[in-house]
């Protein structure tokens, strides 16, 4: 399971390099992170559509490789600032954890 709110997150990363249909996504994501990360059809489409209500996305119908139509995802020029904004955030808050994780005591 994604941690609340990142999912939002991981969705606009994998739009960063161009438009993508909902299945791609979901194995842009699972490929990327080694399968560590996995994003089922029942969360994955619910956050696209809240990213497309709050203007971060844009949606178009096309045909995928399959020639199947389906509907294209793209990162707007407000999602690309929240991107920015919410992964220097996600940074930080990380890096706090793993500075956590790594202080004496030892989990060794």
Same mark, same amino acid.
């Given at each position: #399971?994604? !941690?609340? @709110?990142?999912?939002?997150?991981?969705? +606009?990363?994998? $739009? !960063?390099? @161009?438009?993508?249909?909902?299945?791609?996504?979901?194995?842009?994501?699972?490929?990327?992170?080694? #399968?560590? !990360?996995?994003?089922?059809?029942?969360?994955?489409?619910?956050? +696209?559509?809240?990213?497309? #209500?709050?203007?971060?996305?844009?949606?178009?119908?096309? /045909?995928?490789?399959?020639?199947?139509?389906?509907?294209?995802?793209? +990162?707007?020029?407000?999602?690309?600032?929240? !991107?920015?904004?919410?992964?220097?955030?996600? $940074?930080?808050?990380?890096?706090?954890?793993?500075?956590? /994780?790594?202080?004496?005591?030892? $989990?060794?």
């Amino acid at each position: #399971d994604l !941690l609340q @709110g990142t999912l939002g997150l991981v969705i +606009l990363k994998a $739009l !960063l390099g @161009g438009e993508l249909h909902g299945y791609a996504i979901a194995r842009w994501v699972e490929e990327t992170t080694g #399968d560590v !990360l996995r994003v089922e059809e029942g969360s994955l489409y619910p956050a +696209l559509r809240r990213l497309e #209500d709050r203007g971060f996305i844009a949606a178009q119908w096309g /045909l995928s490789e399959n020639n199947r139509r389906a509907r294209f995802y793209g +990162l707007t020029a407000a999602g690309r600032r929240y !991107l920015k904004a919410e992964a220097e955030r996600w $940074l930080e808050f990380s890096g706090a954890v793993t500075r956590v /994780l790594r202080a004496a005591p030892s $989990l060794a």
